[in-house]
């Protein structure tokens, strides 16, 4: 039988391994960004997304499976990224990037149009303008203001003389001003070769016509006496609201309505104003209630509106899986319906005014920019994104009130189910403990069955280690006993995606969170699931419509509701033995304090005390240690010093004084231990499980407002089935309607077909196929030989249909028994799952069930043959964290680095050269203790240089006898960035900002280069110091382009910049505000040839008083009012000339900023 | 008062003929008004003395049926690059298999495979020779002597609400003294599918551009055209333009910006 022990040992590794598989393909950075242009993928995404969904830290993927871009697809696709085989022959080229092979640009058509993203190939017939993708380069390419009539197109002129033969305007400087000028813009009667038409001066120019300018045709506009006035008649105008006027010559005059069509709209097929309103439509979230389907609502046209699945889908973090969006609106008197992307990727978002939504429309789920938010309050700005819990704040300090010790271990990150990648801010380039990040989506993304439980374990599972000392007085993470935080970890679990206990989006019931406690026991093992804190299940059961009753999640899990999981762990206390010795003591203790005591000399009192000091810092310092080993030992160690030193002093010679300590050490010992334990409580957190069959799958069906997909059928029932494509012609093709139905229960369990291990390295060492229907014993080993002791597989299992398997290290009664999901417990007819193969553990078992939950009875025992010879396997890099992010900063000169490797190791690494193991020159830090995140080395990579790709070599040795090491070295090439620039500031240094009122003074500042062309995070500050030290982000920033408002004065400006390969750039700017509210004043006056002039040290209107035909002496009056004032004939400048009649004078001066002057009055003057 | 005079059997009598009068004269009215609504027309065929109409007639007759499979297929005549959607095949006209990403235009001279499909499609099925031979068969039957060439030239190009087909034929008929010669022939069917066309491309262009396009904000502007959009579970999106007045439909996929399920 197994030791115990080691099986716990074993449990423990085998889960960390897991979570170090996964860990670091979780938490890279891989995150589109969300700019105001649109999506904009990472670099790496954009050449290799398709790679990363498959990527697996477990090097599987054969030789054949890598993709490349293909030119032209077996299915015709041009330019697309796919599968060597997807490809036609001789088209596909691997590890590139499409643009480069297929040449992307612009292509600029007959019509004139430029059409984006074009390939070179198929452009032939038209101008190709190579790199040139978004069609920006070609002075062909600009867009105008094309005119036809009263519509208005925003198009290039070659499109608009072309295809719409209308007359194109660059100087218009968007759309939006373009459709504005349509009801704007003045129209006149064209007498032309065309006829008499109602057009704009720049048509009629176009036609060479005659322009009337604001006259009707109709009005007797020579040439044009046909065009008689229609009573009776009118037209609508496509893109105008109203009924207009019509004359003979079929002109239509948008400034003449006939009929007013308030609150509908003109129907240009009937010339008839319409109401367009939509009765009974579908809508089933008003006014903030959450009502049924079909509302006896009305909406008008043009209105648009969100319509969800449940009341849950509105943004608390409790989107039931399976649901999705959808947009409706009405126009012209039509519903129609718009779903939003599925997996809620696309969110409908409402926008109106007093709660009532007008116009809604489906954007982007922001759930991936809560990733890396760590501030509360950057968390409740984002509108994608909620702060859950104060939990961190409020169990802040769970220490002894003695002072002794601070904080036990300020519910640090490595107890909370981390959701966030490092911090890069403020130059920091790791997270920093003490962190809680508790950042949620407020609706969380829907998973596909291709990655569902990447997310799900990588961000949702953890495992919390409970110690305490002293039965108790003395304890670490209090918390993982507390039901508070269990909720919390059940609340995170399902807010990261469809994760956990939850349920769908008909109500029904799903699981996936499990708690399990290991507690070390002296004899059996014990294990158990904890139940999910009743808090937790009444607030599923809220959100639930007809949960099955309170404890029912428990029972509906397919897991029995207990469980016993012995697992030993291990102590880590140093047990150190009774020594069997007699104690001498001198009796009195107080002895201890005497100077002069029978032989004890003043050296022997020094020495004493010296030891009872030790023993004192000893132990006080071990409260600063969590419980086990390491403060046993001191605690011990401390007890035994102080004790064997008292000894000395009370009068005992060496030897007894030190065999006291040793005893009272012992004893001390002996009590840490007996109160000392330590539990294990493993937090699973994998994808929801469905319900185990087929009763639902119809609902998919039966609603046509809200049609079904993949992922709205799968979430009804593990039996639900919904096959998205077709195969016509041999061919496979997508399809987009298809129908959710219920595979057939054939009663009977699955069974592997077929099952495949692979090395760390993808490498296949075993197959075998033909199995058998019945669960059997697998003979596993390594081409025909023994497998080495401790070498870690990955076995593959194929089975005959969709199933969920789980495995164990020792025979248990049924499936419900067993601890350890096979790959997570999702749902495939695939399944993979990393064993470390040990002489002591030389078998596993697995079992696996069904859509309907028909389970094996018996088990498949997975049996290695192991060695009983030495470990001859060198670890395996399984990745760093810089392989996805390979970029650093233009004046970085080193980097940090982790380096996550399949076994304990030692690991070095050399820059620029792959060396032998001994001959690299560089060591790393490698944990001796598995950590959360796997077996990991850190160190900093130095000697960085810009301009030149980086190479580092990585190689390692274990730590068995043999001293494995790696035969070639791990590659990582890291890549210099270009300098980040700051291009420009406005306003530029020095600026003077002038105006009659300054509200305010926008900084607008130009990025470029750096690691992403441009896109950077600034701040600014008024004084010089460092971001860190309390620069105020830019309110838009994490762009090219970004903008503050400051205030209005005059100040200087400190701009710091950084990008994600930290790359900074600085720079400054400073400007002064004036504000006018000075008056303009008279620096000159003269009289040259007959007329006055006047001077003003500004632009201002000079004007002097002057009413009923004569100038009036005297300053009584206001210089803007017409009627009594009379502006000088040249004004409006700083030069102000009247003539000058020879009479006074009494004149008034304003500037722009109707700050109005003092009057003055001019006498003669002489020339 | 005649009625008032008789007497009451007779009286019954002449109300039930007044009655079957008032029904039949009803009838009659009815059947005037609604029954060439609901029978079908027969077709006239356009003369022989009128050959463009004649031989647009028969061309039409094999082009339309050709048009509308190509305008619920993206373009396309045959299955390619495509999404099934209510059985028939959409071909995409932007695709990406890559997530996040841009996607690549697939036909940006897209009027230009249309008017070579349909070509093509015509060529192949020999319909412009086949209708020429047929108009002077039946030229013929009527006693005209008809000499057309072999194999005509013809083109299809696309204008503003119509299908072109030019075609260069050299047809003489000769009937006693009277002679009539045609070099060139312009028939042509009404349909939209330039517009279509044109507002296909100008969506594709604002996908990639802004990786969405609003048909509300569009409609609102353009009453012509309605435009229906549909998310596939994949992130492929079908846009469905269909021209009010007439019912006619151009129907093509996207798939552009996928934002795909779960972590990545």
């Known amino acids: ?1167 | 008062m005649i009625l008032r005079n008789m007497d009451r059997d007779k009286r019954g009598q002449v109300t039930l003929f007044i009655i079957i009068a008032i029904v039949i004269v009803a009838v009659v009215i009815l059947a005037i008004v609604l029954v060439p609504q609901l029978l079908p027309r027969e077709r006239i065929p356009p003369t022989v003395l009128d050959p463009e109409a004649y031989i647009a007639d028969c061309v039409n007759l094999h082009l339309e049926p050709l048009v509308e499979v190509l305008a619920s297929q993206g373009g396309y005549l045959e299955t390619g690059n495509c999404i099934f959607y209510e059985d028939i095949c959409r071909h995409y006209l932007c695709y990406t298999t890559t997530p996040y990403i841009n996607c690549t235009n697939q036909e940006p001279l897209l009027k230009e495979h249309v008017e070579e499909e349909l070509k093509t499609k015509l060529q192949q099925e020999n319909v412009v020779k086949n209708c020429i031979s047929s108009f002077a068969e039946a030229a013929r039957k009527q006693n005209w002597n008809v000499e057309a060439c072999s194999v005509p030239k013809f083109s299809v190009n696309l204008t503003e609400g119509r299908i072109n087909i030019p075609i260069e034929c050299d047809i003489t008929m000769s009937k006693g003294q009277e002679v009539k010669k045609f070099e060139e022939l312009n028939p042509f069917l009404k349909w939209p599918l330039f517009e279509f066309v044109i507002l296909s491309k100008e969506i594709i262009n604002e996908e990639i551009e802004n990786c969405d396009f609003d048909p509300l904000a569009y409609m609102t502007m353009h009453y012509q055209i309605e435009i229906e959009k549909f998310r596939t579970g994949d992130g492929s999106k079908i846009y469905i333009l269909r021209e009010r007045e007439t019912g006619k439909e151009f129907v093509f996929a996207v798939r552009n910006c996928v934002l795909p399920g779960g972590v990545f």
């Open chain 1, 1 to 1167: 039988m197994p030791n115990r022990k080691n099986k716990g040992d074993m449990a423990i590794a085998l889960f960390l391994s897991f979570l170090a598989v996964m860990m670091p393909v979780t938490f890279t950075s891989l995150q589109p960004e969300f700019t105001e242009e649109g999506i904009k993928q990472n670099s790496i995404i954009e050449t290799f997304s398709e790679i990363v969904l498959f990527f697996d830290l477990i090097p599987s993927v054969a030789a054949s499976d890598y993709f490349g871009c293909c030119e032209e697809t077996k299915n015709k696709a041009k330019c697309v990224i796919t599968l060597e085989n997807e490809c036609k022959v001789n088209k596909w080229h691997n590890g590139t990037a499409c643009d480069t092979v297929c040449q992307i640009g612009c292509c600029i058509d007959n019509e004139g149009m430029c059409i984006k993203n074009s390939i070179n190939t198929d452009c032939q017939l038209g101008t190709f303008i190579v790199k040139d993708p978004s069609c920006e380069q070609s002075p062909l390419c600009k867009e105008g203001c094309c005119t036809i009539g009263y519509q208005k197109r925003w198009t290039t002129n070659l499109t608009c003389v072309n295809v719409y033969n209308g007359v194109w305007d660059s100087a218009v400087p968007d759309w939006l001003t373009c459709i504005k000028q349509a009801y704007e813009e003045q129209h006149g009667c064209c007498k032309s070769y065309a006829g008499c038409e109602y057009i704009t001066g720049q048509e009629c120019q176009g036609k060479s016509g005659y322009f009337f300018s604001n006259m009707k045709c109709y009005e007797n506009i020579p040439g044009c006496e046909i065009c008689q006035l229609q009573p009776t008649e009118g037209k609508c105008i496509e893109g105008f609201p109203d009924l207009y006027k019509t004359d003979s010559c079929g002109n239509v005059y948008s400034d003449e309505i006939k009929k007013y069509c308030t609150g509908g709209f003109c129907n240009p097929e009937t010339n008839q104003c319409e109401s367009g309103d939509c009765f009974n439509i579908y809508k089933n979230y008003v006014g903030g209630e959450f009502g049924p389907k079909e509302s006896s609502d009305k909406a008008k046209s043009g209105e648009a509106w969100c319509v969800y699945d449940t009341l849950s889908d509105l943004g608390n973090g409790t989107a039931p899986v399976g649901s999705r969006h959808w947009r409706r609106y009405c126009l012209y008197g039509q519903e129609y319906n718009e779903p939003c992307a599925d997996y809620r990727q696309e969110v409908c978002m409402g926008f109106g005014e007093g709660g009532q939504a007008e116009y809604a429309n489906c954007a982007p789920n922001g759930w991936r920019l809560c990733a890396n938010v760590t501030s509360k309050n950057e968390c409740n700005e984002n509108p994608f994104c909620f702060w859950w819990t104060d939990f961190g704040e409020q169990h802040e300090d769970l220490g002894l009130g003695s002072g002794l010790k601070d904080a036990i271990d300020k519910v640090g990150n490595d107890k909370w189910r981390i959701f966030a990648e490092e911090k890069i801010e403020s130059g920091k380039s790791k997270r920093e403990k003490g962190d809680p990040q508790i950042c949620l989506p407020k609706i969380p993304p829907g998973y596909s069955e291709l990655n569902q439980e990447l997310g799900c374990v990588g961000a949702g599972s953890s495992m919390c280690v409970y110690e305490e000392a002293w039965w108790g007085l003395d304890t670490e993470n209090k918390e993982c006993r507390d039901d508070e935080w269990r909720i919390t970890s059940a609340h995170t679990c399902r807010s990261v995606g469809d994760c956990g206990t939850w349920f769908n989006w008909v109500g029904e019931p799903m699981s996936g969170f499990r708690i399990i406690e290991v507690e070390e026991g002296d004899v059996e093992r014990e294990k158990k699931e904890i139940m999910i804190p009743q808090a937790y299940t009444d607030f599923v059961s809220e959100h639930i419509k007809g949960v099955k009753g309170a404890g029912g999640l428990g029972l509906l899990n397919i897991f029995a509701a207990a469980f016993v999981v012995w697992a030993g762990g291990y102590l880590g206390v140093a047990v150190l033995d009774l020594v069997g010795v007699d104690v001498f003591f001198s009796g009195v203790p107080w002895a201890m304090f005497s100077v002069s005591k029978g032989s004890l000399t003043t050296a022997g009192i020094v020495v004493g005390w010296s030891i009872i000091a030790t023993g004192v810092i000893l132990i006080l310092w071990s409260f600063w240690i969590s419980p086990g080993a390491k403060q046993g030992a001191m605690q011990s160690i401390g007890a035994g010093l102080i004790s064997g030193g008292a000894a000395a002093l009370a009068g005992l010679t060496a030897v007894p004084a030190v065999l006291v300590g040793i005893v009272i050490a012992g004893i001390a010992a002996l009590l840490y231990w007996l109160g000392y334990s330590k539990e294990f409580y493993y937090q699973q957190c994998n994808p929801s499980m469905p319900p185990l069959n087929g009763n639902d799958c119809h609902l998919c069906n039966e609603d046509s407002e809200r049609p079904c997909s993949k992922y709205r059928c799968e979430s009804l029932g593990a039996a639900c089935s919904y096959n998205d494509t077709i195969t016509v012609g041999g061919k496979t093709y997508q399809l987009a309607d298809s129908e959710c139905i219920a595979t057939i229960n054939d009663g009977a369990p699955p069974w592997i077909t077929e099952i495949e291990a692979f090395d760390m390295e993808g490498r296949s060492i075993f197959k075998r196929t033909g199995l058998g229907t019945m669960p059997t014993t697998i003979n596993i080993n390594m081409g025909g030989q023994p497998i080495p002791d401790g070498t870690q597989l990955v076995i593959q299992i194929n089975l005959n249909e969709k199933a969920f398997c789980m495995w164990d290290i020792e025979s248990t009664a049924n499936i419900g028994e067993m601890d350890f999901p096979y790959q997570s417990s999702v749902l495939r007819d695939e399944l993979r799952q990393q064993f470390l193969v040990k002489q002591a553990l030389p078998q596993y078992y697995v079992r696996c069930a069904d859509v309907y939950g028909n389970a094996n009875i018996a088990e498949y025992i997975f049996k290695f043959s192991t060695t009983t010879g030495p470990d001859l396997t060198p670890p395996v890099i399984l990745g760093t964290d810089r392989d996805y992010n390979p970029y650093f900063g233009y004046s970085v000169t080193e980097l940090p680095l982790s380096i996550y490797i399949s076994e304990d190791a030692f690991c070095r690494w050399n820059p620029g050269q792959d060396t032998d193991y001994e001959l690299m020159s560089q060591e790393t830090e490698c944990e001796t203790d598995i950590t959360p995140t796997g077996w990991e080395c850190e160190t900093t990579l130095t000697g960085l240089q810009p301009d030149i790709a980086n190479p580092f070599y990585i190689r390692c040795k274990d730590k068995s006898p043999q001293e494995n090491v790696m035969p070639s070295g791990y590659l990582l090439t890291l890549l210099p960035t270009p300098p980040l620039l700051i291009t420009s500031i406005d306003p530029t240094d020095g600026s003077i900002i002038k105006g009659c009122e300054v509200s305010g003074v926008e900084l607008e500042v130009t990025t470029a280069e750096g690691a992403d062309n441009g896109i950077a995070t600034c701040y600014w500050s008024n004084a010089d110091i460092g971001i860190e030290q309390g620069m105020t982000k830019f309110t838009e920033t994490n762009t090219v382009i970004h903008r503050q408002n400051l205030s209005a004065m005059s100040q200087i400006v400190y701009i710091k910049c950084h990008d994600s390969a930290l790359n900074i750039a600085n720079n400054r700017t400073s400007f002064t505000v004036i504000v006018d509210t000075f008056p303009p004043k008279i620096t000159r006056l003269y009289k040259s040839g007959g007329s006055l002039i006047l001077k003003t040290d500004e632009n201002a209107v000079c004007a002097y008083h002057y009413s009923a035909g004569r100038k009036i002496h005297n300053c009584n009056f206001d210089p803007k009012d017409t009627l009594r004032a009379r502006r000088f004939d040249t004004t409006g400048t700083k030069e102000h000339r009247v003539y000058d009649d020879g009479e006074p004078w009494h004149v008034i001066c304003y500037d722009e900023c109707d700050n109005i002057g003092q009057c003055f009055v001019i006498s003669s003057i002489e020339s």
